[in-house]
Every structure is written in structure tokens, then in C-alpha cells.
């Protein structure tokens, strides 16, 4: 290895993390984007790396850090230089080649890739969820003032959706199971080449329908909150539990596999989400998951901002959930770094399309809001549903324009977050979303810490 001279001048890469590991740390960059695990030593030097970039700057600086001698830190820091040239955290006399970000957050916006429709067949819901978003239209299941839309009107859009290569349509609601011909909406849909996804609390499945049930959706998607009843019960309201869990008994009793669980996570189910997975491993098989961090409705209301975990809380039952998850046969962690950009991945209004009951058309599914309509499918076409959401301005809305995430080094993980939960809470679909932050933070942070340990284990 060459000595470097010591006006070298290092370049490096403009944001990173440092994530803690047991012994060292992981440093991560989503612009390079690898995980290189460093020592204490190493990272309080990486923590007076100067702005100049030149090589004698640094030792100095690291030498007077270190209380060191200048010849023993330079020797020191050389073989770290190298790996991080190598692994292009830094780059020798020019400037680093890295990912090019604002291209990939342009590029990636508003392309969440097959065009979906989620469709409310009903606002009515035999629950009554603390956290739901979609409590106003269960409330007042009355459509605001227009009829819900009939078979024949669902039947005629659906030809619309395959004509419009729409690939799926998410039953979602209110409870979708509680529309009477949900199976002959669905069977139209079906036979229409379109995939068939249902989002349910489970609660109206029988032994009579879940023939009928598993034959008819691709796949399904059933709200389990936890294992544990009380704490279910805490946000999905008394005899919740029972109902879901023997409606998920009924289901797997047609020992169908692409069942997937949806526990919205709140600080009364983060400590033990943990036992899920193998409380419904062992009962069903089930391991597949959609875990969702609860998404507050309003930022004045406290008692929906009660229901928010403390992050410290969060970071430790999303890791312990995880890790059971990957003891499970099929529950492995995911490659986060296969996903950069994924929070750049919104395709709100574009490629998603969110139906009320009463066929009013929303951007997705959080975005119910009156002056966010992008027309009723009775009285538009697709094509004009598309041109008035993009009217809107929120087509390509991406964490480009949120100035506080642009120094970030998990941006392209994240992607500024939820812009449908910012709309709710700031009132602005750009608006920096500081209350949910902290959970992105420690989100990516355990995600790729989980990750470089299994990518370990494996070479191990
Ligand atoms: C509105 S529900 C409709 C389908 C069905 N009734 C159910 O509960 O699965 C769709 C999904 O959104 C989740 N959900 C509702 N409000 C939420 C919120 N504020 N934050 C995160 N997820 C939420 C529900 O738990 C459910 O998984
Ligand atoms: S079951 Fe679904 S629609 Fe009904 S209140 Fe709960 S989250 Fe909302
Ligand atoms: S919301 Fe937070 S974690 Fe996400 S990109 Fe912005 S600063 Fe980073």
C-alpha cells in the first residue's frame, strides 16, 4: 500500500451515517451506497474530517483529537483511506463519483410502477378503530350526500381499469367483506385480467365464504395488530381480536399461503410485537408481513398523537419483531439497499388511484380530502381523472423539495416519507415531516444493520 503524499487531497462523499454496532460502527451512505463497518477509533477520526479535504489537515486535526503522535496517526488512518477509496466513501486528487441522486428521486417519483386502483366497495365497518384514517367516510357512511356506487357503475369502471392497463384493484374500505356482492364484484374484476387484492380486518370470514374468499383474491392482506388481545383490543376496539383470529382461523383453514399480516404499529403493541410472528407461524403458517407505523390523522389532536411509540421504544420492537421474523422459515430480512429510492416511489395520483364508496377519485388512499378530488368515475374517464391529478401539482412531489432531507444520508432510503401523512399533518405535500422523522431515522438505521448482519451470518 503507497504512502499518499500528504497535500493529497480526499474527496468525499457529501452526507453519511454512522450506525452503531455492537463493537463499531456501520458507515453508510445511501449515495454510495455500501455498508463499511469502522472502529471507534476509525469514526472519531472520520469526525474531524476537514472541509478542505487535505490529507495534512486531517491528520492534524486527528493527532490533536487523539493526543497522538503525527507520524502514528497518519500510519494509523492510511489502510482506512484506501478501504474507503476503495468502497468510493472517498475519492483520491477528484472529485468522487457517486450516485446521482436528484436524478434518481426525479426519476423514481410518482413511478410506483403498475397502476393500481384501491376501491372502497363500502365506507361501513363493523369496527371502529382508533387510528382509522378513514373514520370520517365510516361515520357518515352516507357518501357525503351521493349513493354509493352500484354493482352495474363498479362492473362499468372495471372495464375502464383494463382498457387503461390498470393491473390491480386493492378491496379496501370501510370493511370490504361487509358489501354484500363483494364475490361477484370480484369474480368481474378477475375474469377481466385484473389482479384481485383484499385488505381486511378478517372479521367476516366464515367457514362458508373463505372457499369463495381464496379463490376469488390473489391475494390478502389481513389487519392483526398483535397476539396479544388486550393489546389489539386497545386500538381495534373490545371483541376484536377473537372475531379477526377466527376469521384467520377459517381462512388458513383452506391452507391458502399468500396471506399477508398488517399491524399498524402504536405504543400499545410495539413492546410485544415481537411474539406475532410466531404465535401466527404456529397457528397458521403465516409469514408473510406489511407492518405499517401508524400514521397520525391530525397533529393537534393528542390523543391520536398518544398513540405514537417513544422512537427509542420503536427502534427496539421494530428489531426485536424483525429478528424473530428472520428465525421463521420464509420472514428473512429484505436487502434495503435493493430498495434505494423506494421512498422516492409514490404514485399518488399517477400510477394509484383511490376510490370512495360514493366513486369520488383520490390521489391514494390517505388522501380523502374534498379539495384533493380528482373527479367522480361516474362523470369522468380515466384519462381526465389522470389530467385533473395532475392539475393538483402533486404528481412528481418527492423528498427533492424538502430542504431539511437534502443533507440526509438515508434520503433515498426514506425519500422525506409519507407525503400523504405530511399533507395531513402540515397541510403541504413538501413540507418537511419533523414529528415522523425520528421514526424514518431509526427505521433505516435497524433495517441496514439487520441486513449487514444476516449478509454476515452468511458468510460466516
Ligand atoms: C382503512 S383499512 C380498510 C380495510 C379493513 N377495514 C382493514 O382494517 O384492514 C386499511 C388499512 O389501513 C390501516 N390503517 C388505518 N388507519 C391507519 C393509520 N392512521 N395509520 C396506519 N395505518 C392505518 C388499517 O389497519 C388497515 O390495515
Ligand atoms: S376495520 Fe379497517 S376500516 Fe374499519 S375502523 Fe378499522 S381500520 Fe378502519
Ligand atoms: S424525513 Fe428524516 S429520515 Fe427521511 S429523508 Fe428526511 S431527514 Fe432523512
Not at 366 to 388: A, C, P, V, W, Y
Not at 423 to 430: E, I, R, S, V
Given at each position: 500500500?503507497?504512502?499518499?503524499?500528504?497535500?493529497?487531497?480526499?474527496?468525499?462523499?457529501?452526507?453519511?451515517?454512522?450506525?452503531?454496532?455492537?463493537?463499531?460502527?456501520?458507515?453508510?451512505?445511501?449515495?454510495?451506497?455500501?455498508?463499511?463497518?469502522?472502529?471507534?477509533?476509525?469514526?472519531?477520526?472520520?469526525?474531524?474530517?476537514?472541509?478542505?479535504?487535505?490529507?495534512?489537515?486531517?491528520?492534524?486535526?486527528?493527532?490533536?483529537?487523539?493526543?497522538?503522535?503525527?507520524?502514528?496517526?497518519?500510519?494509523?488512518?492510511?489502510?482506512?483511506?484506501?478501504?474507503?477509496?476503495?468502497?468510493?466513501?472517498?475519492?483520491?486528487?477528484?472529485?468522487?463519483?457517486?450516485?446521482?441522486?436528484?436524478?434518481?428521486?426525479?426519476?423514481?417519483?410518482?413511478?410506483?410502477?403498475?397502476?393500481?386502483?384501491?376501491?372502497?366497495?363500502?365506507?361501513?365497518?363493523?369496527?371502529?378503530?382508533?387510528?382509522?384514517?378513514?373514520?370520517?367516510?365510516?361515520?357518515?357512511?352516507?357518501?357525503?350526500?351521493?349513493?354509493?356506487?352500484?354493482?352495474?357503475?363498479?362492473?362499468?369502471?372495471?372495464?375502464?381499469?383494463?382498457?387503461?392497463?390498470?393491473?390491480?384493484?386493492?378491496?379496501?374500505?370501510?370493511?370490504?367483506?361487509?358489501?354484500?356482492?363483494?364475490?361477484?364484484?370480484?369474480?368481474?374484476?378477475?375474469?377481466?385480467?385484473?389482479?384481485?387484492?383484499?385488505?381486511?380486518?378478517?372479521?367476516?370470514?366464515?367457514?362458508?365464504?373463505?372457499?369463495?374468499?381464496?379463490?376469488?383474491?390473489?391475494?390478502?392482506?389481513?389487519?392483526?395488530?398483535?397476539?396479544?388481545?388486550?393489546?389489539?383490543?386497545?386500538?381495534?376496539?373490545?371483541?376484536?381480536?377473537?372475531?379477526?383470529?377466527?376469521?384467520?382461523?377459517?381462512?388458513?383453514?383452506?391452507?391458502?399461503?399468500?396471506?399477508?399480516?398488517?399491524?399498524?404499529?402504536?405504543?400499545?403493541?410495539?413492546?410485544?410485537?415481537?411474539?406475532?410472528?410466531?404465535?401466527?407461524?404456529?397457528?397458521?403458517?403465516?409469514?408473510?408481513?406489511?407492518?405499517?407505523?401508524?400514521?397520525?390523522?391530525?397533529?393537534?389532536?393528542?390523543?391520536?398523537?398518544?398513540?405514537?411509540?417513544?422512537?427509542?421504544?420503536?427502534?427496539?420492537?421494530?428489531?426485536?419483531?424483525?429478528?424473530?421474523?428472520?428465525?421463521?422459515?420464509?420472514?428473512?430480512?429484505?436487502?434495503?439497499?435493493?430498495?434505494?429510492?423506494?421512498?422516492?416511489?409514490?404514485?399518488?395520483?399517477?400510477?394509484?388511484?383511490?376510490?370512495?364508496?360514493?366513486?369520488?377519485?383520490?390521489?391514494?388512499?390517505?388522501?380523502?380530502?374534498?379539495?384533493?378530488?380528482?373527479?367522480?368515475?361516474?362523470?369522468?374517464?380515466?384519462?381526465?381523472?389522470?389530467?385533473?391529478?395532475?392539475?393538483?401539482?402533486?404528481?412528481?412531489?418527492?423528498?427533492?423539495?424538502i430542504p431539511e432531507c437534502?443533507?440526509?444520508?438515508?434520503?433515498?432510503?426514506?425519500?422525506g416519507?409519507?407525503?400523504?401523512?405530511t399533507?395531513?399533518?402540515?397541510?403541504?405535500?413538501?413540507a418537511f415531516n419533523e414529528?415522523?422523522c425520528?421514526?424514518?431515522?431509526?427505521?433505516?438505521?435497524?433495517?441496514?444493520?439487520?441486513?449487514?448482519?444476516?449478509?454476515?451470518?452468511?458468510?460466516?
Open positions: 500500500m503507497s504512502m499518499l503524499a500528504l497535500d493529497s487531497k480526499l474527496y468525499r462523499v457529501p452526507r453519511w451515517a454512522f450506525i452503531k454496532l455492537e463493537k463499531g460502527f456501520l458507515l453508510y451512505s445511501d449515495l454510495t451506497p455500501t455498508l463499511f463497518p469502522i472502529t471507534q477509533n476509525e469514526k472519531s477520526a472520520l469526525d474531524v474530517f476537514p472541509q478542505s479535504g487535505i490529507l495534512e489537515d486531517w491528520i492534524v486535526l486527528a493527532t490533536n483529537k487523539f493526543n497522538a503522535d503525527f507520524a502514528e496517526t497518519l500510519k494509523y488512518l492510511h489502510p482506512l483511506i484506501h478501504k474507503m477509496i476503495n468502497a468510493k466513501f472517498l475519492a483520491l486528487n477528484k472529485p468522487l463519483e457517486y450516485l446521482d441522486w436528484k436524478t434518481q428521486l426525479v426519476d423514481n417519483s410518482n413511478d410506483g410502477g403498475s397502476r393500481t386502483c384501491y376501491l372502497s366497495v363500502t365506507d361501513n365497518c363493523n369496527l371502529r378503530c382508533l387510528y382509522c384514517y378513514n373514520a370520517d367516510e365510516r361515520e357518515h357512511s352516507i357518501c357525503q350526500g351521493r349513493e354509493a356506487l352500484s354493482d352495474i357503475e363498479i362492473f362499468e369502471f372495471i372495464d375502464k381499469l383494463a382498457d387503461n392497463d390498470f393491473e390491480y384493484i386493492v378491496f379496501t374500505g370501510g370493511e370490504p367483506m361487509l358489501r354484500k356482492s363483494i364475490f361477484t364484484i370480484v369474480e368481474y374484476a378477475k375474469n377481466k385480467g385484473l389482479g384481485t387484492n383484499l385488505l381486511s380486518n378478517g372479521t367476516a370470514f366464515t367457514h362458508k365464504n373463505v372457499k369463495q374468499v381464496v379463490d376469488l383474491f390473489d391475494s390478502i392482506t389481513v389487519s392483526l395488530d398483535s397476539s396479544i388481545e388486550s393489546e389489539h383490543e386497545a386500538t381495534r376496539g373490545k371483541g376484536s381480536w377473537k372475531r379477526t383470529i377466527r376469521g384467520l382461523d377459517f381462512l388458513m383453514s383452506q391452507s391458502r399461503h399468500e396471506i399477508a399480516l398488517r399491524p399498524v404499529i402504536t405504543d400499545h403493541n410495539i413492546d410485544n410485537l415481537y411474539l406475532l410472528p410466531e404465535f401466527a407461524y404456529s397457528r397458521w403458517n403465516i409469514s408473510s408481513y406489511q407492518p405499517t407505523m401508524y400514521l397520525p390523522n391530525s397533529i393537534k389532536e393528542t390523543k391520536e398523537l398518544a398513540l405514537l411509540p417513544d422512537v427509542k421504544k420503536y427502534a427496539k420492537g421494530m428489531d426485536l419483531f424483525y429478528r424473530k421474523l428472520g428465525n421463521i422459515p420464509g420472514g428473512n430480512a429484505d436487502d434495503p439497499l435493493k430498495s434505494i429510492s423506494y421512498g422516492g416511489k409514490c404514485g399518488m395520483a399517477k400510477s394509484i388511484f383511490s376510490i370512495s364508496a360514493n366513486g369520488d377519485v383520490f390521489p391514494c388512499q390517505s388522501l380523502h380530502f374534498d379539495e384533493l378530488t380528482m373527479g367522480n368515475i361516474r362523470h369522468q374517464e380515466i384519462d381526465e381523472l389522470f389530467k385533473n391529478g395532475e392539475a393538483l401539482g402533486i404528481v412528481g412531489v418527492s423528498g427533492l423539495q437534502t443533507d440526509c444520508p438515508f434520503l433515498l432510503l426514506c425519500g416519507g409519507c407525503r400523504a401523512t399533507y395531513k399533518l402540515y397541510g403541504n405535500m413538501t414529528l415522523m425520528c421514526y424514518s431515522k431509526v427505521g433505516a438505521e435497524n433495517q441496514l444493520l439487520r441486513y449487514y448482519e444476516y449478509r454476515k451470518s452468511l458468510t460466516n
